[in-house]
């Protein structure tokens, strides 16, 4: 009977670090247990997929084995971006699948992304999954493994549905990370002149850390706009579900700001369509929802909770400050940074000059998001007791993931990570007073519960 790492099995995956906490006799197990679930849904065959990481493809031969001990068959689709795996899915009639990787972590993790009959696991069922990996509740069988590529398959279907107005000229940074191996080639039969940047899939990401949310993993971007004739870059994380964009002038133009343009876009089509975002993302995104036709709904951060309300409301489009994309108008509502960027350029090719609309999107003074170490079960504790805070010029309290205090001009955000143990926090304002401000009252407040606690602001 195996006893895998408590800490690996995480909000919406798992995740642990390769050799040590997340072992090739673990993802074995983790493979029986998710074989066993599967049969409980009624499916029949699981699609596995690789990100780049060097431990991937070890991992792949034995969560395949786990799989298939328990009579499920898994098709093989190769070392592909994360959403071409959620594709697969679908094209393959398989409805599950899972997604080996770290995502954005450093190089010595990996992981897993797990999907059940169209059900992205997360909380709660992936904790089932390691219970039965120790009670010994596993299924037996034997299942068969199948390869197959579907890279060609994902590429046609995206042209065979997106077209540009124009060509574009753009620099694509895959940082290294799998997405390396597909964007290229999608992106110039979409009509795109291409500098491109770290395309070749390496998992010790020798140039920049994959991750497009830092500003610093955009500095190779911003550099090779200045130098070229490029009009935007788009930059990817690890995995390839994530997004990042600078204009040609070198300005980033976050995910909130994105979902702009891309809910004004299929509200255009789809009136009266909620749009769902994270707590993370502008309080300027709710009225211009509201200006479009749409209907705007704020929900917890976390891939598979966004999924899960995509899935439940019929929303057409979410997104999340991350980077995470979610069009279910013309595509099939997972993240995909590669379809994200397809979208974006089809938008900005009905203009002439493609930085011009995206500088026009609305803006506030805001600050990234800012991170509390802590203990493990400390920022819970710490969120729960900032509720019990009276903040002054408080105009109303969001409560749904953590505290958002919303103000007259500005908003302060405390959440508890789902994934390290950290509080994050993040601030916006309409101008550098308030947001100062602000941040006074949330400083005052977060000492006053917590005396001698180190703040990054």
Not at 309 to 321: I, N, S
């Amino acid at each position: 009977m195996h006893n895998p790492a408590p800490e690996i099995f995480k909000a919406y995956d798992i995740r642990g670090i390769v050799g040590k906490s997340l072992t090739v006799e673990t993802v074995r197990a983790i493979g029986q247990a998710l074989g066993s679930e599967a049969l409980v849904r009624g499916q029949q065959t699981i699609v596995i997929g690789r990100d780049g990481r060097l431990s991937g493809a070890d991992f792949a031969v034995a969560l395949a084995e786990g799989i298939t001990s328990t009579g499920i068959d898994v098709i093989d689709v190769g070392m592909v971006a994360t959403p071409i795996t959620y594709f697969a899915a679908y094209e393959l009639g398989a409805n599950s699948c899972v997604s080996i990787t770290g995502s954005h972590n450093p190089p010595e993790y990996n992981g897993l992304k797990m999907v059940l009959g169209g059900q992205t696991l997360y909380g709660a069922m992936i904790q089932d999954l390691r219970r039965r990996i120790v009670e010994g509740d596993l299924a037996k069988g034997a299942g068969k493994v199948t390869h197959t590529d579907v890279r060609p398959a994902y590429i046609e279907r995206i042209l065979s549905d997106v077209k540009l107005a124009r060509p574009m000229k753009i620099v694509l940074d895959s940082g290294n990370g799998v997405g390396g191996n597909t964007a290229p080639e999608l992106f110039r039969r979409l009509g795109c002149e291409l500098t491109e940047l770290f395309s070749e899939v390496d998992g010790n990401f020798p140039n920049h850390h994959p991750d497009p949310s830092k500003p610093e993993n955009l500095e190779d971007v911003i550099h090779a706009l200045k130098q070229g004739d490029a009009e935007i870059g788009l930059a990817f994380d690890g995995d390839g579900d994530r997004l990042g964009v600078v204009t040609k002038d070198g300005e980033i133009i976050y995910p909130d700001r994105q979902l702009m343009l891309f809910a004004a876009d299929v509200l255009s089509r789809v009136p009266g369509g909620q749009i769902i975002y994270d707590v993370k993302c502008t309080r300027n995104l709710a009225p211009w929802v509201r200006k479009h036709g749409g209907v705007p709904l704020m929900w917890n951060t976390g891939h598979a909770l966004v999924k899960t309300k995509l899935r439940e409301t019929g929303a057409p489009l979410a997104g999340e400050m991350s980077g995470h994309m979610f069009f279910k108008e013309r595509w099939y509502g997972f993240d995909d940074g590669l379809y994200t960027g397809v979208r974006l350029l089809e938008i900005l090719s009905r203009s002439p000059d493609a930085n011009a609309i995206l500088k026009a999107l609305p803006d506030a003074i805001c600050t990234p998001e800012l991170n509390i170490k802590m203990n493990e079960g400390e920022p819970v504790a710490l969120v729960d007791k900032l509720k019990s805070v009276t903040f002054a010029g408080e105009v109303e309290r969001i409560t749904i993931d953590g505290l958002r205090i919303e103000f007259a001009d500005g908003f302060g955000l405390a959440r508890s990570s789902n994934t390290t143990p950290v509080v994050v926090l993040r601030f916006e304002a309409d101008n550098q007073a308030a947001i100062e401000r602000i941040q006074g009252e949330f400083r005052k407040a977060i000492t006053a519960v917590w005396p001698g606690i180190s703040l990054p602001f």
